[in-house]
């Protein structure tokens, strides 16, 4: 027995991609799980009910027809683009919209359950200017920073 008789609990096959340095989308799925000869041995159990989006039976079918790729695209240079419906784009005002107008009486935890995705860094500089205006008192930003250890010098570059 492999795995001893251990519990090893994997997740949605779509959303747990690996992540291969400069790997191009075939390299990534051939170093998936499925694409592994240990695979069969794994006892597959699956999801029956989705508690998250329970009652939103089209928004469901439309994001697995993302996942899947079955969704009709828009004929462009590229092949990922797709039709996204006019009626789920928030355009006005799209911080109320994903907190709801309640921002400054949401807890930590609340506020941690909501995103907003934007294509550019000035996009998002954008709407955190506007969300934090939002809030009383003085405003106070503070920067990070990013930095590797590793014990080959040249390791540093793959990432």
Not at 1 to 18: C, S
Not at 72 to 85: A, C, Q, V, W
Not at 132 to 151: A, L, N, Q, V
Request: charged share 25%.
């Amino acid at each position: 027995m492999p795995f001893e008789g251990n519990v090893i609990a994997i997740g949605n096959f779509r959303q747990k991609l690996p992540v291969v340095q400069r790997g191009t989308r075939v390299d990534v799925i051939e170093s998936c799980i499925k694409s592994r000869p240990l695979l069969p041995v794994f006892t597959h159990l699956i999801l029956a009910e989705n508690m998250r989006s329970c009652g939103k039976l089209q928004h469901n079918e439309r994001l697995l027809n993302i996942r899947t790729g079955s969704l009709p695209g828009i004929e462009t240079l590229y092949h990922d683009y797709i039709n996204i419906p006019h009626r789920i784009i928030e355009e006005d005002n799209l911080i109320d919209c994903i907190c709801g107008g309640n921002l400054i009486e949401m807890d930590v935890e609340q506020l941690a359950k909501r995103v907003i995705l934007a294509l550019t860094n000035k996009k998002t500089l954008e709407m955190n200017q506007h969300i934090t205006d939002k809030f009383p008192g003085k405003r106070h930003m503070f920067y990070s920073s990013d930095s590797i250890i590793s014990e080959d010098p040249n390791n540093v570059i793959n990432y």
